[in-house]
T-cell receptor, first 113, second 114 residues
């Protein structure tokens, strides 16, 4: 079983919808949680970076971490066609050697105008 | 602007040839990483380096080699021993080597071997 499981998608929503992207994990040592956005043929770009449990908001994006359930989410409000991309969750913690991050497999989102 | 530059963007090679992918960063980051991305499989770690002249194998190092002679540069060689080399290769770096700083990525090199 993988350490990080991400909802596989693909996900298709109309413009303006609220999008929820989710990951679960099994390693309780994970403390830092990241969301990356990856456009086709590009490298992943860091969207959100959070520590431990709680919420973090940045514009239309909200990252939520529930360590008790080992569950993280990324919410996108008022989704736009420019949000169409693959979203990757990533995690790291004390026992991840040399700061290696563990990634989910990604969820591909399409926002239709 | 600071960032990570990977070159070339696309690379085509014949089976049996070694090929070297370039990665340069001007972020003054200590640690650098190479990942491989295949459709539906997420990112898998090939090699990483925390300081100059030192590097460690990741989860899928077989058939690959690296060097770290300068802080700014971390080239990856895909050798003929790599059984399925066609993939999207991503270089990344982070400040320090600790788990509490996020990775920053380049824009990748797509390697096709026929």
């Amino acid at each position: 079983q993988k350490e990080v499981e991400q909802d596989p998608g693909p996900l298709s929503v109309p413009e303006g919808a609220i999008v929820s992207l989710n990951c679960t994990y099994s390693n309780s040592a994970f403390q830092y949680f990241m969301w990356y956005r990856q456009y086709s043929r590009k490298g992943p770009e860091l969207l959100m970076y959070t520590y431990s449990s709680g919420n973090k908001e940045d514009g239309r994006f909200t990252a939520q971490v529930d360590k008790s359930s080992k569950y993280i989410s990324l919410f996108i409000r008022d989704s736009q066609p420019s949000d169409s991309a693959t979203y990757l969750c990533a995690m790291s913690g004390l026992d991840t050697n040399a700061g290696k991050s563990t990634f989910g497999d990604g969820t591909t989102l399409t926002v239709k105008p | 602007d600071g960032g990570i530059t990977q070159s070339p963007k696309y690379l085509f090679r014949k089976e049996g040839q070694n090929v070297t992918l370039s990665c340069e960063q001007n972020l003054n980051h200590d640690a650098m990483y190479w990942y491989r991305q295949d459709p539906g499989q997420g990112l898998r770690l090939i090699y990483y380096s925390q300081i100059v002249n030192d590097f460690q194998k990741g989860d899928i190092a077989e058939g690959y080699s690296v060097s770290r002679e300068k802080k700014e540069s971390f080239p990856l060689t895909v050798t003929s021993a790599q059984k399925n080399p066609t993939a999207f290769y991503l270089c990344a770096s982070r400040a320090g080597s600790s788990y509490n700083s996020p990775l920053h990525f380049g824009n990748g090199t797509r390697l096709t071997v026929t």
